[in-house]
């Protein structure tokens, strides 16, 4: 009888466990994603990654939020595939001059340094496209975030979107219907959509990105009603109403280099920087609730946090005989000497 009901209870994790690594697309063309793929054939694979952006975070404590940024711009164009890493060649056009990633994608140095360990350690083994889902999970723990286990398996595009970088990525100014829209055509929901915003709880953005909540953010020449006051008199300092594009703000200015949930405490005294982010309290009640709960129970957020990187992670992933393995992330393979 014990034995038996062991069996139950194990039989009942792994239907627990199995939607957090199975790839609903991936899983019909017969392969998918599973975390421990590298076990044999790179079993340091992790370990490498791990320490690569520990090292990057002494460094700069800004790395982390710049990779699980990568992560993200990568899924939302063409699934998980690392085309965001691609440099202009003969025949792509680099996503890294789209409107989302130019002047403000980073972290490409420390893909490369933990690609080229990795192939010192295990040569055409563990794709850039891993490196990119491992590294986002390394940085969201090293900042005090939550943990997971990354399916693993994915291949390298050969190719790059350039038009899907500038059309796909949720933008800081589009209302929240259209940012809810691009998640949902990634097969992500609103529940999906707030976790996942959670992650500007660590990072920057540029005065450019929401110059427009300060100044005339409906076309009528006035701020946007939905920002704190005296907040948007600080941030109006040092990002004017023209030049300084660039000038860095923390997305949390609470606790700017740790992973937790004052984001969210934030937009509900309407200090969330952006708009993007702002509109998740203000626009839609079910969005709004959720903030609320991952303000009152961090616990809660992380919980769904860990599980949305996952679901996010198995957008459309190439598996099997598609895409490469690339020696340098950068290029494909055949522009590689």
Known sequence: ????????????????????????????????LFPQYYDHSCP???????????K???????????????????CFVKGCDASILLDNSGTIISEK???????????????????????QECPETVSCADILALAARDSTVITGGPSWEVPLGRRDARGASLSGSNNDIPAPNNTFQTI???????????????????????GNSRCTSFRQRLYNQSGNGKP???LNQYYGSVLRKQCPRSGGDQNLFFLDLVTPFKFD???FKNLIMYKGLLSSDEVLFTKNRESKELVELYAENQEAFFEQFARSMVKMGNISPLTGARGEIRRICRRVNHAAY
Request: aromatic share 8%; net charge neutral; with cysteine.
């Open 261 to 263: 949930n004052h984001y």
């Open 97 to 119: 001059r789209s409107n989302p990633n130019r002047n403000s994608a980073r972290g490409f140095e420390v893909i490369e340094e933990i690609k080229h360990a990795l192939e």
């Open 56 to 74: 990057a975070f002494a460094q700069d404590p800004r790395m982390p939020a710049s990779l699980l940024r990568l992560h993200f711009h990568d």
């Open 224 to 226: 946007d009603l939905t």
């Open 180 to 202: 809810l829209t691009k998640f949902k055509r990634q097969g992500l929901n609103l529940v999906d959509l707030v976790s996942l915003s959670g992650s500007h709880t660590i």
């Open 1 to 32: 009888m014990a034995v038996s009901l062991n069996i139950f209870i194990v039989a009942l994790s792994l239907i627990a466990f199995s939607p957090l690594c199975l790839s609903s697309k991936a899983y019909e063309s017969g392969s998918y």
């Open 44 to 54: 340091k694979a992790q370990e490498i990654v791990q320490s690569i952006v520990a």
